[in-house]
C-alpha cells in the first residue's frame, strides 16, 4: 500500500556486496514549518556488523 504513491513515497535500502545493512522508508509532504516540501522518515534500520572500509 505505502508503494501505491511512488511519486511521494519511497524505500530506500542500504546494500554492499549482496547483503542488506539497513532500510528506511519516507513519505514526502508539504511542510507548513518549512513552507516547502519535507521527507517524514517512518521506519529506519540499521544493521550493527558492518565493517567499514579504513
Known amino acids: ?3 501505491d504513491d ?3 513515497r ?3 535500502v542500504a546494500e554492499s556486496e ?3 545493512h539497513g532500510m528506511c522508508s ?3 509532504f508539504v511542510s ?3 513552507g516547502g516540501m519535507a ?3 517512518e521506519d529506519m534500520v540499521v544493521g ?3 565493517d567499514l572500509p579504513a
Open 48 to 50: 550493527n556488523t558492518v
Open 1 to 3: 500500500m505505502m508503494l
Open 18 to 20: 549482496g547483503s542488506n
Open 32 to 34: 507548513t514549518a518549512k
Open 39 to 41: 521527507a517524514l522518515i
Open 10 to 12: 519511497c524505500i530506500m
Open 26 to 28: 519516507a513519505q514526502l
Open 6 to 8: 511512488n511519486e511521494k
